[in-house]
Structure formats: structure tokens, C-alpha cells
């Protein structure tokens, strides 16, 4: 079995906030493959770039409208794992929170929010 973690992992937990040079309508026209290629490079070459980096970005311009989403991604790799906001109503607020919220059976009204549960239809589903 593989360590999850590498001793010379460094781990912040600090939320940094980057100023993307793309528009919303510029992130709503493109595909999550897109996003994840055009945000990452932009994040390689800005001052919080590095080689030595991982980052789990999260896009605050999801933008849901009762049938069609955009400004969603659930993709990574490499140095980048990019994900749409769209379903933040069913992610946890604390550590201690996350079995619960992982086996939330209750269904999603999709007529108030966004389901991401790729037709599994439960809370719980949408953060899997």
C-alpha cells in the first residue's frame, strides 16, 4: 500500500483567492476540459505557480438556471483538480460532518437545486 501522503508534502490549508484573466461568460461558454487546461496554465504562471504545487480549485461562477449548468467542472489531474460550486448545498461544513453528508439519502429537489448526482437523485451522490 502506498502512503496517501509523501513525507515531503507540504499541506496549507489556507483558501487563496485567484483572479482568473478569463470573463464569466468566458468560463460559462467553455468545457470543463477546457477550464480545467485554460485555469490551470494561468495558475502555473502566476505568482502562486510552482512545479512543486497541487491545487483543488473551486469556480464561484457556477451558474445553474433549472435545466442547463455551466461554469461546472469535476475534473482533474496532474497539478489541478477543478470543481464547479453549483452543488455546495450537500458538501460538509466540517470534518466531522463528512460521513453523514457522504450517506445523505434524502432526494434532490431539482426544482430548487442543482443535481449532480449523475441519476442517483440523492444528496449524497452529489459529492461522490
Given amino acids: 500500500m502506498l502512503p496517501l501522503v509523501s513525507e515531503d508534502f507540504e499541506y496549507t490549508h489556507n483558501c487563496l483567492v485567484f483572479h482568473s484573466s478569463l470573463t464569466v461568460q468566458d468560463i460559462h461558454s467553455l468545457s470543463q476540459e477546457r477550464l480545467w487546461e485554460t485555469l490551470g496554465r494561468e495558475l502555473m504562471v502566476s505568482p ?8 483543488v480549485a473551486f469556480l464561484s ?5 433549472g435545466s442547463r449548468v455551466v461554469g461546472h ?10 470543481f464547479g460550486t453549483g452543488c455546495l448545498h450537500t458538501w460538509p461544513s466540517e470534518v466531522n460532518e463528512i460521513v453523514r453528508c457522504f450517506l445523505n439519502s434524502r432526494r434532490v429537489d431539482t426544482n430548487l437545486v442543482m ?3 449523475c441519476n ?6 452529489c459529492e461522490t
Fill in 120 to 125: 442517483r437523485c440523492h444528496r449524497g451522490n
Fill in 115 to 117: 443535481d449532480d448526482s
Fill in 48 to 55: 502562486f505557480g510552482s512545479p512543486n504545487k497541487k491545487f
Fill in 73 to 82: 467542472a469535476a475534473i482533474g489531474g496532474g497539478g489541478l483538480a477543478l
Fill in 61 to 65: 461562477c457556477t451558474h445553474w438556471n
